[in-house]
């Protein structure tokens, strides 16, 4: 039985020798690297740099939610604007693992800037076992590569910490849980952050598109939950799909574009059930894409597919 108290001790000391000088942290503002953040904020302190990447991929008013629970957590930090670098460096670029790889090697090009700055040495991430077992290695299929994992460069000129290694989610949130820290129950986010939820090139204006209708389908799911008409999913996005249809629009023919609705349980993210949403709110989260968004999307689907066949994230 996973024990949160014991682990925290024990991490907690370990860091304590395994950093002798200063470190960075890249940290999203999500459970896993939060809880990292905390850890080693409790081993080394005023030691430790907490860096928030604002990559101009991130959920509607996510920066200024982090900037908020940072000052909270009384962590030392700083909010890095590398808008423009993420989106000139995926830009023309298409393939899935190719994406991920570019994301991957963008953020540690911004930590060794950031870590010179500061004098660090070490690089924490807040990496969990699904993240090294999906990249793949030796042993392993390549799955999809996490961008804190087999998105790496190869040449880098920091030494990684990864204080979560071994958990998996269900145990960082009873370790997030136990040291109090607001995130424990929030939905999960990937690294490479809206990027893989946007089929093709991830533009400033997918992107864009992809971030609002995830905003709906957040809003839309939430409410319901608070109204008790369903459980709160374990995660749940919406998906900008590279197809074009033909509707109808007041007497008008249309060609526009398809969101997918994308929400599952699971306990770990290493097998997942597509959820079973009341019709009458996804009937609300179709017409509030359809209606609300400037983005000349006529069709709003929902993903039927378990973990496996499928993913969770559509790349
Ligand atoms: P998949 O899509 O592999 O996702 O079924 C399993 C869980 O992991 C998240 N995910 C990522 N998390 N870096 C992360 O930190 C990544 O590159 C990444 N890719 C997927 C995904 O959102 C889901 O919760």
């Not at 900037?67 to 009384?74: C, V, Y």
């Not at 960082?172 to 929030?186: D, F, K, M, P």
């Not at 608070?226 to 459980?231: A, E, I, L, R, T």
Request: hydrophobic share 40%; proline share 4%.
């Amino acid at each position: 039985m996973f024990d949160p108290k014991a682990f925290v001790q024990e991490k907690i000391d370990e860091l304590m020798t395994k950093i002798p000088e200063k470190a960075i942290i890249a940290c999203s503002g999500g459970v896993d690297s939060t809880v990292a953040a905390v850890l080693v904020d409790r081993a080394i302190g005023q030691r430790l740099l907490t860096v928030y990447v604002d990559t101009g991929l991130m959920r509607k008013g996510e920066t200024d939610y982090v900037r908020g629970m940072f000052d909270k957590l009384g962590v030392h930090y700083k909010l890095v604007d590398a808008r423009e670098e993420f989106f000139d460096s995926l830009e023309g670029v298409t393939e899935p693992e190719k994406k991920r790889k570019i994301i991957g090697e963008r953020f540690i090009r911004v930590f060794e800037r950031e870590a010179k700055i500061f004098g660090a040495k070490h690089l924490v991430q807040g990496t969990i076992a699904p993240d090294w077992i999906e990249s793949g290695d030796d042993l392993r299929d390549t799955i999809k590569s996490h961008h804190n994992v087999g998105g790496l460069p190869k040449e880098m000129a920091l030494t990684l910490v990864e204080p979560l290694w071994d958990l998996y989610k269900d145990e960082v949130r009873l370790v997030a849980r136990y040291l109090g820290v607001e995130v424990s129950e929030r939905q999960p986010f990937p690294g490479p952050a809206l990027a893989i939820r946007v089929m093709g090139e991830a533009s400033r204006e997918s992107v864009d598109v992809v971030r609002d209708a995830c905003a709906i389908v957040e809003d839309e799911l939430e409410k319901a939950a608070d109204q008790g008409k369903m459980v709160l999913p374990w995660q749940y996005f919406a998906v900008l799909l590279p197809v074009q249809s033909v509707g109808v629009q007041g007497d008008r023919r249309a060609y526009g574009r398809t969101i997918a609705i994308r929400s599952v349980e699971s306990i770990d993210g290493m097998t997942a059930a597509f959820s079973r949403i009341p019709y009458d709110v996804l009937e609300r989260i179709s017409l509030r894409i359809t209606n609300e968004m400037k983005a000349n999307i006529n069709r709003v689907v929902y993903d039927v597919t378990h973990k496996p066949p499928a993913t969770i994230e559509w790349e």
